[in-house]
């Protein structure tokens, strides 16, 4: 079946621009996590989704990052006012519960660059 | 706050070699633990995991990985790699009330010379 999906796979962008990157979860699954991988580092956590609620999202750096999942399916990581600092690969996973057991299937990742 | 080490950050062998890589984890509680892999172009993907039961767990292609509890580790072990083990090893925590927030290690980097 089809596996989690993401788009763009990359985006350029400039300092100060408002950037959305999308998740398309593997269908029936529950939960969704957003994370950041920086060059060298493995994946940080951002922020996990259970349907449509946030369950978790103290690994959002700041304000200027918020995430959505309305329909408790696809989910948008948005990012205002973006900084060069924000350049990454942004990696989503889903679920199929949220349980801390479960294993989470990963997407390919949009990589982001600030200019 | 839960932290996961890895010490090696680039590990080459040549095939057939035997292979650990480590990983030692910082938590207070029950914890689970995964290895995941990333070849070449690919995306990260599950190896194995732990969260009970035999400490000693098999996973695919011939991986296993051995939770100590009392050194707080989990090393992932191939007796024998090959070429297309060449790939990026992470090693990931979660447990307590932190149900699917994953920390992850920062990567070993395996090259199989052929």
């Known amino acids: 079946g089809a596996g989690v999906s993401q788009t763009p796979s990359n985006k350029v962008t400039e300092k100060g621009k408002y950037v959305e990157l999308r998740c398309d979860p593997i269908s029936g699954h529950t939960a969704l996590y957003w994370y950041r991988q920086s060059l060298g580092q493995g994946p940080e956590f951002l922020i996990y989704?259970?349907?449509?609620?946030?369950?978790?999202d103290s690994g959002l750096p700041n304000d200027r990052f918020f995430a959505v999942r309305p329909e408790g399916s696809v989910s948008t990581l948005k990012i205002q006012r973006t900084e060069r600092g924000d350049s990454a690969v942004y990696l989503c996973a889903s679920s199929p519960s949220g349980r801390a057991t479960d294993t989470q299937y990963f997407g390919p990742g949009t990589r982001l660059t600030v200019l | 706050a839960q932290s996961v080490s890895q010490h090696n950050h680039h590990v080459i062998l040549s095939e057939a070699a035997s292979l650990e890589l480590g990983c030692n984890y910082s938590y207070g509680g029950t914890v689970n633990l995964f290895w995941y892999v990333q070849y070449p172009g690919q995306h990260l993907q599950l190896l194995l995991k732990y969260f009970s039961g035999d400490p000693l767990v098999k996973g695919i292609k011939g991986f296993e990985a051995e939770f100590i509890k009392s050194k707080f580790s989990f090393n992932l072990r191939k007796p024998s790699v090959q070429w297309s083990d060449t790939a990026e090893y992470f090693c990931a925590v979660n447990g307590g009330t932190n149900a699917g927030k994953s920390t992850f290690g920062d990567g070993t980097t395996l090259t199989v010379k052929p």
């Open positions: 989704f259970q349907g449509t609620g946030a369950a978790d």
